[in-house]
């Protein structure tokens, strides 16, 4: 019988969670749209996401960027650690990169997958991790100023990682209102850790974290070999193309010159 309780505690709970967020997601896109005619001021709340305030839920975040504004798509679950770990196994990237999010009592894990990319999961005990960043700015050639971003100490452990793109926009729209930044795929996070390193991260980047690692973490990317050899296959082709368009042209140009001079 208790069994059948907590089903249905979890539902409930489960519903409130995409209840919750729907609300929250409306809430942001209505204040932004009525802020131009001066109705700001009747808004008690920052106009940004809130994650839900309990001790531990699961998260899967994508962000959908085919639109002319790229829109974050979110799914809280109130869930265990095991089936953290399944819904990592068992859910496809469709959209691109997704990113898994598991909030717990002392820390929170992240991971994130991408089409093509094949890497094993850190099997090991999520640790804390001793690197720590002394700035991490957001960069848009379409913006006057960077904005900070503000990394959860929580996620600074061994096999998690963080800084990828759609961790980057889901950091921007909790911490932001959309009017504040410009987001796509042309951004720059400059990050410097408490050793003075300096790091860009584009949007096929992000951050790994081991304490084993020279540094405790390193730069990844999230482009798989695949598309690195198709993309040099596509540019190959292109010098070729390039190199045939100008042989032919020099033997146009040395046939005409000789006509000219019989």
């Not at 860009?200 to 482009?223: C, M, P």
Request: proline fraction near 3%; aromatic fraction near 14%.
């Amino acid at each position: 019988m208790d069994s059948v309780y907590k089903k249905i505690e979890i539902k409930i709970v489960n519903f409130l969670f995409a209840f919750f967020w729907a609300y929250n997601y409306l809430f942001v896109l209505v204040e932004e749209k009525l802020k131009p005619y001066g109705f700001n001021q009747f808004f008690v709340i920052k106009n940004q996401l809130v994650e839900p305030n309990l001790e531990t839920w699961n998260c899967i975040t994508m962000v959908n960027m085919n639109l002319a504004t790229p829109k974050m798509i979110e799914q809280y679950k109130c869930g265990t650690n095991d089936e953290y770990d399944a819904t990592i196994q068992n859910t496809e990237a469709q959209l691109g990169e997704t990113l898994f999010i598991r909030k717990c009592e002392e820390c929170r894990l992240s991971f994130i997958k991408v089409p093509g990319l094949n890497k094993e999961r850190f099997d090991e005990i999520p640790i804390s991790n001793n690197t720590r960043f002394l700035n991490i700015m957001y960069f848009h050639k379409a913006m006057k100023d960077p904005v900070k971003l503000n990394l959860d100490v929580t996620y600074i452990r061994n096999g998690n990682e963080v800084l990828s793109k759609t961790f980057v926009y889901r950091m921007l729209s909790y911490q932001y209102n959309p009017g504040y930044y410009v987001f796509d795929d042309t951004y720059e996070v400059h990050l410097m850790d408490d050793k003075i390193r300096k790091h860009v991260l584009t949007s096929s980047k992000y951050i790994f974290f081991n304490d084993r690692l020279k540094n405790g973490y390193e730069v990844r990317t999230t482009v798989s070999i695949t598309d690195v050899l198709r993309t040099t296959a596509i540019i190959t082709n292109m010098m070729v193309e390039n190199i045939k368009i100008n042989l032919d042209d020099k033997v146009e140009a040395d046939t005409d010159s000789n006509k000219k001079l019989n």
